[in-house]
Structure formats: structure tokens, C-alpha cells
């Protein structure tokens, strides 16, 4: 499967990002280089004289509709506004508004602009434990949060339940077209899905257990600085299980002997905030196995990006081992 982005793409997006600078007031001279592709492409932006930075954001077109990144960026200011997490600001063109846009080829491209964040990624080698209990009790803050807001009456962000997540309806292409899956290995994980299902549809989808999340806390969207643990990327927020959350912090290290740890680090941060239920901390291993059945679709439809690229190799076959230790828990 070909992948959106190539070399020419993301150079003819970078010049779209550098045509919006006056938006933000900076320096036609600013320098922009690409940051980050994933989901969409991301730039850093560094003014020569001021040495002022900002993040550029292009969204991939065809999977936010204006009216959803609006709504991500209302709840980002909301988070803000109320201190719930640290997290970069958005910032407003000089026209008004937090989202602008260009034309490439005849397509939109929306465009947001974020302050600077500084602060590194979690390394996966270093001891997690302690970032863990930090995450657990800003998710449970997060949770919170979401009880008790007021959403504009416009917001709208996509919901992540079975059948958009693994199912018929999925957000991120079929696992079915995972790079190097075999026949048997499909079986495998269509068995895998029929019990997934099951489990969630028990489990349900009430207040206490289901509702806005970030959907994307894994740690190349944490940067910590001292004692503090910013939260970026909120690209991925929509609609589904509390305990998702944990899932995602722990995409790329499902296979790894430190899970058990970084779980139970997650569940005494969070814990320490608000309540979580014993039948909600159950689910946690199915919403992992939820996630990693995600994430092995999006290497099969986004093989282009350098995350993509790094697990190709692997990363079914660590699934189906996942899988089939799934399986094998009554």
C-alpha cells in the first residue's frame, strides 16, 4: 500500500507553511523545517533575529473535518484555561481564529500554529515508573475534566469504539493489509477481535467508563522537563473507553516484561486523583490488545512515516504473539 507522504509532498508543505508565516507575524525569513510526519506533517519554526519558535501543523486532508479540529483546539484552550494539564497553546492568526489554511493541488490543507514546547520524549530504555504514576494521575485529571465540561454545542470529534478502532468502520485502515501477515496469522486475529468484542460489549459504554480522551498518550506525545510531564498532540482526541488512555501510553512496549509495572505505576497515579474501578483496571490488558490490533493496521496504511518504517519488520509478528497470549487468559 503507498503511503500520502514522499520527499516532494513534504517540501511542497513546507513552503505552504512558510507562505502562512505573516499569520503568526514572523519574519519571512524564518526558518522551517519538517519535525515530525505522522498522522499529518509537523514543522518547527525558528525566527532568525528573535530565535522566537513555533509548531506548524498541516493536517492530513480527508480525516478532520474543519469542524473537528476546531473542537480539538476548543478543548485544548478549555485544558488550559481551567490548568488540567500542561500543554501548548494554540495560537491565533493575526486575523482572528486559531486555524488557517492553503491550497495544494486543489486540496485544503488546514493549518494550526502551537507554542514552542520544550522538554524530551521518555526514553523506552530509562525507568518508566515514575512517568507512569505522573500520566496515570494527569489522565485521571483529563477524565475528570471531560465529567464535568460544558462542550460548545458545535463539538464533534470521532468516537474509538470496536468497530472504528478493529471493526468495519476503522479509523485507521484494515489490520487485514499488516505488512508480512499470513493466512493463519488473519485466523488468529479474527479470533482475537470476536473476543474483544465480546469483552467490550460487557464492559459498555457508560459515563463512568467511556467519554473524551486524549486517544495518543504514548511517549512520543510526552516531553518532560524537570519535574514536569507537558502533554502535546491532541490530534487523535475523540470519544471512547477511560481506560484507553492507558493503551496508548504503552503503544510500542506491549511486548515488553515492564508492562506489569508501568500498569500498576498508572493505575496509583490515577488512583490518586479519583476512582477507578477493579472492573475497569480488568479491561486494561483488552484495551492494550485493542490498540496494538490499531496501531497494526496504521503501519499497513501509513507505511511512509519513519514509525511505520522502523517496526515494519517486526511488528505483526509481535502481534500475533500478543494474540495468541490473549487468547490463551480465560
Known amino acids: 500500500m503507498t503511503g500520502l507522504y514522499d520527499d516532494q ?9 512558510i507562505g502562512l508565516l505573516d499569520k503568526w507575524e514572523l519574519d519571512p525569513q524564518t526558518n522551517v523545517d519538517l519535525l515530525t510526519i505522522s498522522e499529518n506533517a509537523t514543522f518547527r519554526a525558528e525566527e532568525p533575529g528573535s530565535r522566537r519558535q513555533i509548531v506548524i501543523r498541516v493536517y492530513r486532508p480527508g480525516y478532520h473535518t474543519q469542524q473537528e479540529i476546531e473542537s480539538e483546539l476548543d478543548w485544548i484552550v478549555a485544558l488550559r484555561q481551567e490548568e488540567i494539564v500542561e500543554t501548548p497553546e494554540p495560537l491565533v492568526v493575526k486575523t482572528g481564529g486559531l486555524l488557517t489554511s492553503f491550497e495544494l493541488e486543489g486540496e485544503h490543507r488546514f493549518v494550526v500554529a502551537f507554542t514552542f514546547m520544550t522538554g524530551v520524549e521518555p526514553s523506552p530504555t530509562a525507568n518508566l515508573n515514575s512517568g507512569f504514576e505522573q500520566l496515570g494521575a ?6 475528570q475534566h471531560v465529567r464535568s465540561w460544558k462542550r460548545p454545542i458545535a463539538f464533534v470529534r470521532k468516537i474509538w469504539n470496536f468497530d472504528t478502532t478493529v471493526g468495519s468502520k476503522s479509523h485507521w485502515g484494515d489490520w487485514r493489509f499488516a505488512p508480512k501477515l499470513t493466512k493463519d ?16 460489549i460487557e464492559f459498555g459504554e457508560g459515563s463512568d467508563r467511556f467519554g473524551l480522551i486524549h486517544a495518543d498518550l504514548r511517549l512520543a506525545n510526552l516531553l518532560v522537563e524537570g519535574d514536569r510531564l507537558g502533554i502535546i498532540d491532541f490530534d487523535d482526541c475523540g470519544f471512547g473507553w477511560f481506560g484507553y488512555d492507558f493503551a496508548a501510553a504503552v503503544s510500542f512496549l506491549e ?73 490463551s487468559r480465560t
Open 9 to 17: 509532498l513534504i517540501e511542497r508543505l513546507r513552503q505552504g507553511a
Open 138 to 143: 494527569i489522565s485521571a485529571r483529563l477524565h
Open 185 to 200: 496469522g488473519e485466523q488468529l486475529l479474527e479470533k482475537t477481535c470476536l473476543k474483544l468484542k465480546r469483552q467490550l
Open 255 to 327: 511486548h515488553e516484561s515492564i508492562i506489569a509495572e508501568l500498569e500498576d505505576s498508572w493505575i496509583q497515579g490515577y488512583r490518586s486523583v479519583t476512582s477507578l474501578s477493579e472492573e475497569s483496571v480488568n479491561m486494561l490488558p483488552n484495551f492494550v490488545m485493542l490498540r496494538r490490533l490499531l496501531l497494526t493496521a496504521w503501519i499497513g496504511s501509513h507505511p511512509e512515516t519513519p514509525t511505520a518504517k522502523e517496526v515494519a519488520e517486526t511488528y505483526t509478528t509481535g502481534t500475533l504473539m500478543l494474540a495468541d497470549n490473549f487468547l
